[in-house]
Every structure is written in C-alpha cells, then in structure tokens.
C-alpha cells in the first residue's frame, strides 16, 4: 500500500463538494495522497505536470466537462490515467470514454472497493504510461543523433527490408547499407531487430512516406 | 205758426161751446122765469145758476178785490168761499209759485179791461196740491157802461193737460226713436215730395237737416238716376195699391259716395178718412251685413275647405289608428303567445323566482314565489318558517354566503351568490341567486328584493370534473416538465447517496484502522447526516411537485418559492451546462397562490430558457431570473434567456395550445402557466431582449392590499 503513495497522486476533479470530499476521505482512508478540484478549470490552473498519479473525474460538470479535460490530456500526452465517476448511466458516453483510455467508468453510487480497485489499476497504468513516456523520450533523445541517411535506413530496416532491398531502393551499395545499419543499431542502442522496431515505435520512427 | 191756428180753432170751439150753453141758461132762465115769474129775483136767480157752476166763476172789482165767487172753489182748492173772500189779493195765494209772476201780470192786464182766454196755470190747493187750471176773464161793465170789474172762470184741465203731456212724451218718444234709429225714416206727400225725414236719412240723402229736406223730391237727392226711378216706382206702388212693401232689397249711392245696400220698407200713409195720403219708408243699412254675408261665406266655403282637410286628416288619422288597433292587437297577440311561453318557461324550468317586501323596521315577508320552487327544493313554500326566508334552506356553511348577499341587497346593491341548499328529502342542490333591491322612490329606502334562484347543481358537477380534468393536465403537463427533469433530479439523488454511501464505508474502513481514526469517522458520519437531509429534501420536494391534488391558493413569500425552484432547477441547469443566477428585489411583497402551480410554471419557464440555449457555446449559457415589484404593485418574475430569440410567425403562437417548438413537447406548458396566472389573477407574457434572447414575465398581484396578512 505505502508503495502507492510513492506511485502519484489522486486528482479529484468534482463540482459537487460532498461527492468531493467523501472521495477524498476514502483515498486518504487508505493511505493515498489526494488533490480536490471543484472544475475542470481549476485542475489546469493548479495542476503541475510533473507530478505523476490518477484522474477521478465527474462527467458532467458546468464549464469544461470531464470528457473535455480527457481530450486535451490525450492531445498534451500527459501520462494521467483517468477514472469517470458518472450519475447518469449513459452507456454511450461510458464506450466513448473507455476508447478514449479511460481506466474506468463508475456510475454513482459505487461500493468503495470498486473506486479504490480502479484507483490502484490507474496507478499502475499510470507507473507504465510514465516509464512508456521515459522509454519513448529515450527513444526520441537516440533518434535525434542519427544522421538523415541512417534514419532513412533506420526506416526502412524497421519496415522489415532487408540490406539488398534497402541497398536497391537507396541506389547505393549493400555493404553501404551494411555500415549505415550497424552504425544506427549501436546509437539507438538495441540489440536485435524486435528492439529496434520498438524503439521505432516510442519514437514514432514511420514507415517510408514514399512507398 | 201750427199753434196759432190750433188755438183758433180751439177758441172756435169754445165759442161754440159757450153760446151753447149760454142758449141753455137763456132756456133755463125763461123757464124758471115762466114758472115762477112772481117771485122771479133775477139776482137770486143768476146767483144761484153760478154757484151751481162746475168751473170756478169769480167776480173781481174794479179795485182787484174779489167780490163774489162760487163754491167750486173750494173742491178745486180747498179754500172755502168765505176765505177767498177775506183774502186782500186773491186770487194770488191760490196760484202756484212758480206760475205767480206771469199769472200776475195776466191779472194786472184783466184789471186793465182785457179779455182773455184759456191761460194754463197751477192752482196750490190747500193741502200743497198743484193742479193744472186754464183761465178766462172778459170786463163787466153796467148797463150805464161803468167797470165793474171783470168776472173769470177758471176751468180744471188736469186731464187735458195730462193728455196733452202723454202726447207730449209719446211724441218726444217718437221723436227720439225716429232720431235714433240706425235706419233712415222718411215719409213723402201723394206728389212724393218729401214731407220730413230723421237726420240719419238726411246725411244719407245730403241735406244738411231733416227741415230741409221738406217739399223735395228723390230728383233732387243723391241718389244716381235710375236709382231715384226705382224708389220712385216703388212708392207709386205703394200709393196705388195701399199695400206695403217690405224688406226690398236695393243700392243706394249715398252722400259721401258710399253705395250702401239697404233693406227697405215702405208702408202707405194714411189720412182720418182712409185715404191713402202718402208713403213712410224706413231704410236699414245692410252693407256691413252684406259684408259680413259675403265674408260669412267666403268663411263657410273656408270652413267647408278646412273640414274637408280635417276630414281627411281625419281619415288618415283614422287609418293610422286602425293600424295601430290591428298592431296592438297583434302585440297584444304576441304578449299574450310570450305570457303562455313564460308560463311555460315557469313551469318547466328549473328556476324559481321571487319577491320579498322589506318593512321599514327591516322584517322581511314573502310576497310570492313560482312554483319551481318546490321542485327544486323539495319543500313547499307553506313548510318554511312563518318568516319563510331561504336562510332556512340554506346549508349551514354557506349561511354567511347568503347573508352577506342579504346584507348587500339592503344597501341597495345587486347581488349574485352561489350556495348549496338542504332538499326536503335531504339532497344536497346547489343554487345560483340573483337578486336586485328595488327602492321606494321618495324615501330612497330598499322596500322591495326580487329575485331568481336557479339550480347549477348540474353544472357544479361539470365544473369539479373539469377542474379534476385541468388538474389532471396540470399533473400531466408537471409530468411532462418532470419527464425532462427525471435524468436530472437522478443525478441530483445520486449525488447525495453517493456521497452517504462512500462515507460510511470510509467510516467501516476508518474504525477497522488501528488505532481507528475517530476524527475523521465523526466527520464523515456528520456528512452522512448532512447529504441524507438533502437527499430527503429532493425527494420531498419532488413528491410535492408530482403530487395530484387541488390547489390551495396560499400566502407566498416569493423569495423563499425561488429559492425551492433554484433548487429543483439546478441539476436542470447542470444538465444544460448552463447557470442560472437568482435575484430577488428586497422587501418584496407576498402573493396568493399555489406553491407548487406557482414552481411549476417558474420551473418550466426555466426550463424553456434552458433548452432555448443548447445550441450556445458551453458557458455563456446563462438564465436570469428576477423578482422585482411594477408599477402596478404587482409582483413580477422574469426569466430571462441569452438563446437566439424566436422568430415572430412563433413568438405569436406560444401560448396557443398543442403549439410546441420541441420534438417531444406537449404544447401545453405556457398554455398551462398561463391559466394558472390568470387563475390568481395575474398575467404570462413575453417580451424580446435588447440584446439576446427572450424574457417571460409572470406577473401576479400581491396580497398587501388585501384582507388576511
């Protein structure tokens, strides 16, 4: 348990203040750091992006709804799993936030145990969504000392060609092609192909535009 | 001139009368003479034959003393012969005053030696009596021719004298007549000469008197020619046959120039002997008559033009009052068709009418009552009490009903009333009244009430069920707001239970702590206690809002009826991501109504604004509502939206019912508001905001003016 005060902190996002305050009684009831907010508004006012923890938000709210604050989190990638408190029971809303990777969707009332499960699963999710952004910022820090050739080849070995093929399409020698990808897999640091198609993945290396 | 010749004949006659007698004397004396002629005393003789004379004789001497008179004089005067005879200056004392200076001078003149004849005089007898005497006195002389006085005789001719005085007066009579005749009187010889004429003939003839017009003939007298022949052969005529013409009708051409009409009569003139002597005509003027003839009939032809106008006046008038006969007739038909059909009406309907006399001491009776009565109460009037008012019938909570309308009525104001009574047979009936005072005219005092009652039970029957049904709608259309709200006031419920439920599973799992964290299960118990209230309080006002039941028109306090709406309006706002902001006027006064019709309308008017708002931007979605006091001292709520308005082909139909702007609306919300204003007398309407949107104003009266605090 006292791992997961180390994993984040719970953000409370509710108009409501009843609802607000018994949410973050019990999370404090089992040991967890928690910040209320009464909007959306408020949340991104205060809120300081380097702390790492969990979303419990309110879906209809006056101002900004919960559904808002998910899209422009998705959109400024910050690693914040979210949980939808709802009063009303809109299936339609609830698939919408689940796609969007919601960790979860409660309609009110809830039993404590199901908000608390879903808290300690977003912190989880929230552990690995912060070491997936380490990884991908990684990633991206070894991609920027590539030279323009090697990211090309870089691409294209990742698009799974092989020396001969690359070698054809660049219009240059196979042992060329050779050098450039033994260069590029010691920079990016990977160890065999499976890594390396990984690391293209966290960097958001793409296929070659022009095939 | 007439006179003179009178008095000659007359003396003739004397004369005549005296030798006739003197031969009688002269007879008598020879006889007396013969038959005694040896005491024949001449003296004796003579004396005697003049005492025996009827007249009064007298012998006065040469010195105007009296020497002898005969006995007569004492029946004429009263005078005995032995006083005349001691009287000095008889016969002067015997003689009327008046008459004594002339009849002095006539005796002074006899004394001289005259004779004389038949001079009238008055004789004063003794007892003062006047009578008329004539006189005659010759001189004696002696057969030596000595005076020896003169002898008189004085004869009584009170009866001449009377006569002639009634010729006298009957002639004066004649004379005025003829004088004043309004006719002209004229009389003419057997030449046709006129003989004398009144002056009324004389100025129509043109002479200046009547003496003048003596010895002319008609030729010589105004008259034109053949006029002048015309009288004249009428006169021969008259001359000739001795018969009188009468009322001949002729012109004459007068004096001054004036043709007079006259209606003429002529009569002969007869002398002693009967023969005819001359003609007496008498003329009347008939001109102004002839005039009036003349204007006589130009007004009897007038008079026969006015009635026959009137005749026909008189027809029309007839005419018109036979038509109004025959129009009265066919009113009277008519009234008496409407008297049957009022009979009728009496009969068979249900009301009854009556009316009551009010004595000046305020005791009332029944005059009368229609019969309906004892339909519609089942009682008959006879059953009631002896004051027999409807107070007696009434159902004792309407009593103050009806005496309040009584009160009224007595001050002389109308009065309709509405009230339930007690049949004979114990059915409840409820009645219309209407009654009206009538006033005693001088006194101003209300003498009279009369009235109608008629039984409404029918329709008091209708009118509960159709406010059952319009409370029903109401119940449909809160429903209906409520169906809008449901998902909402879900939430709103949720929230409390939600908050309920988590704190006191934190609570468990607080007091399963070691040690167990007291503080922080003490807080979330006393929020337990709190979100559980308002959990209750939602639910209470829900119930209250979906609840059926009648109105019951209460005193508001509209500061505290907002602050329920705002309540049941917030999760509606939440729902719309919209707010609201309340404001109320302070000191505002209450109004009358139901509480929940009163949220139901504000509520629906909010949630109006609300989804007039949906297509706005999440937050400038904002409602106003206010309460504010008008000029009117009227309360007014506004709710007031920033939504895109209405177009005016709408904004004219709103508050027309089954009118709806919403997929899934009714229709009926502002329908229903509307009525619930105007039901507490208030009003619904909307206006345009300056800038966007639409404001609805409910508007109700407020209780400060009125009875009950």
């Known amino acids: ?211 | 001139m007439s006179d003179a010749r009178k008095t000659k004949a007359e003396l003739a006659a004397e004369l005549q009368r005296l030798r006739a007698r003197l031969a009688v004397l002269e007879s008598r004396s020879v006889a007396v003479h013969g038959a005694a002629d040896a005491r024949f005393n001449p003296s004796e003789h003579f004396r005697a034959v003049a005492d025996y004379t009827y007249d009064l004789e007298s012998w006065i001497g040469p010195d105007g003393r009296l020497l002898w008179v005969n006995p007569a004089v004492e029946r004429l005067t009263g005078y005995s012969v032995t006083e005349c005879l001691a009287m000095a200056d008889y016969p002067l004392p015997l003689i009327h005053p008046a008459d004594q200076p002339r009849m002095a001078r006539v005796l002074a003149e006899a004394r001289a030696g005259s004779s004389g004849n038949d001079v009238p005089f008055r004789l004063l007898a003794r007892d003062g009596r006047a009578r008329w005497v004539a006189v005659s006195w010759q001189p004696l002389q002696a057969a030596n021719g000595r005076h020896l006085g003169y002898r008189s005789s004085i004869r009584d001719i009170t009866d001449r004298k009377e006569a002639e005085e009634a010729l006298q007066a009957q002639r004066t009579l004649l004379d005025g007549i003829i004088a004043h005749i309004p006719c002209g009187v004229y009389w003419k010889d057997r030449e046709l000469r006129y003989s004398g004429c009144n002056a009324e003939f004389a100025r129509a003839a043109g002479v200046s008197t009547p003496a003048e017009i003596v010895g002319k003939t008609d030729h010589e007298l105004a008259w034109e020619p053949e006029q002048t022949a015309w009288f004249r052969r009428c006169d021969e005529r008259v001359l000739t046959t001795g018969v009188a013409l009468l009322n001949i009708e002729e012109s004459e051409r007068q004096a001054d120039g004036r043709v007079a009409q006259l209606l003429t009569s002529k009569v002969p003139l007869r002398a002693a002997d009967g023969q005819v002597c001359g003609v007496l005509g008498v003329d009347t003027d008939i001109s102004a008559l002839k005039a009036a003839q003349v204007e006589l009939c130009r007004a009897h032809d007038e008079l026969e033009l006015r009635v026959q106008a009137r005749t026909a006046e008189l027809a029309t008038a007839n005419d018109q009052l036979r038509r109004e006969i025959a129009e009265r007739v066919r009113v009277e038909e008519a009234l008496r068709i409407s008297e049957e059909r009022y009979r009728h009406v009496a009969e068979l309907t249900s009301d009854f009418a009556y009316a009551f006399r009010i004595s000046p001491d305020g005791s009332s009776e029944a005059e009368w009552i229609t019969d309906a009565f004892a339909r519609v109460t089942a009682r008959s009037w006879a059953e009631l009490r002896p004051a027999r008012t409807l107070l007696d019938l009434v159902h004792a909570d309407d009593r103050s009903i009806v005496l309040r309308s009584v009160q009224l009525l007595l001050a002389g104001k109308c009065s309709a009333a509405e009230f339930r009574i007690v049949r004979g047979d114990g059915e409840l009936r409820w009645l219309h009244n209407q009654a009206r005072p009538e006033w005693d005219e001088i006194t101003r005092r209300v003498v009279r009430i009369v009235g109608a009652a008629q039984d409404i039970t029918h329709a008091k029957r209708a009118e509960e069920e159709a406010r059952q049904h319009q409370a029903a709608l109401m119940h449909m259309a809160r429903l209906s707001t409520m169906g809008g709200l449901t998902a909402q006031l879900a939430h709103e419920l949720n929230q409390p239970l939600c908050t309920i439920v988590g704190n006191a599973q934190t609570a468990q799992r607080l007091l399963k702590a070691d040690p167990p964290d007291i503080v922080e299960t003490r807080a979330a118990l006393n929020d337990i206690v709190t979100h559980g209230n308002r959990a209750a309080d939602i639910i209470r006002r829900l119930r209250d809002f979906l609840r059926l039941q009648r109105p019951q028109p209460v005193v508001l306090n509209i500061e505290r009826v907002l602050a329920d709406i705002a309540a049941l309006a917030e999760a509606d706002a939440r729902q719309h991501d919209a707010s609201i902001d309340f404001g109320v006027a302070a000191q505002l006064p209450t109004v009358r109504g139901d509480p929940i019709q009163f949220q139901q309308v504000i509520l629906n008017l909010i949630r109006n604004g609300l989804e007039a708002m949906t297509a706005l931007p999440a937050g400038t979605r904002a409602l106003t509502v206010r309460a504010r006091l008008d000029y009117a001292s009227r309360v007014v709520i506004s709710v007031s939206d920033a939504g895109p308005g209405l177009p005016d082909a709408v904004a004219a139909r709103i508050f027309e019912p089954f009118f709806t702007t919403k997929p899934s609306g009714l229709g009926m919300g502002l329908v229903i508001s509307r009525s619930i204003a105007e039901a507490y007398g208030g009003s619904l309407w909307m206006t345009k905001n300056a800038e966007r949107g639409v404001t609805f104003h409910l508007a109700l009266p407020s209780t400060t003016a009125e009875e009950e605090p």
């Open chain 1, 1 to 211: 348990m006292t791992a997961g005060a180390q994993r984040g902190v719970i953000f409370v996002v509710d108009d409501d203040a009843g609802v607000r305050q018994m949410i973050s009684r019990m999370v404090r009831s089992v040991g967890l750091r928690v910040e209320t907010y009464a909007s959306v508004q408020e949340f991104l006012d205060l809120y300081d992006h380097r702390q790492t923890g969990c979303l419990v938000l309110d879906v209809r709210m006056p101002g900004q709804s919960g559904l808002d604050l998910q899209e422009r989190l998705a959109a400024s990638e910050v690693p914040l799993p979210i949980i939808f408190i709802t009063g009303h029971g809109d299936i339609a809303m609830g698939v919408r936030a689940m796609k969007r990777g919601a960790v979860d969707f409660i309609e009110k009332p809830f039993q404590d145990q199901v908000l608390l499960d879903a808290i300690h699963a977003a912190l989880t999710r929230a552990t690995e969504m912060h070491d997936a952004a380490q990884a991908r910022d990684d990633a991206r820090q070894r991609l920027a000392t590539l030279t323009p050739r090697e990211r090309e080849v870089f691409a294209l070995v990742v698009d799974g060609l092989a020396n001969k093929q690359i070698a054809a399409r660049l219009g240059t020698a196979e042992q060329t092609i050779k050098m450039h990808r033994g260069r590029l897999m010691r920079k990016m640091d990977a160890d065999s192909l499976p890594a390396l198609v990984r690391l293209a993945q966290l960097a958001g290396v793409s296929a070659n535009p022009r095939r």
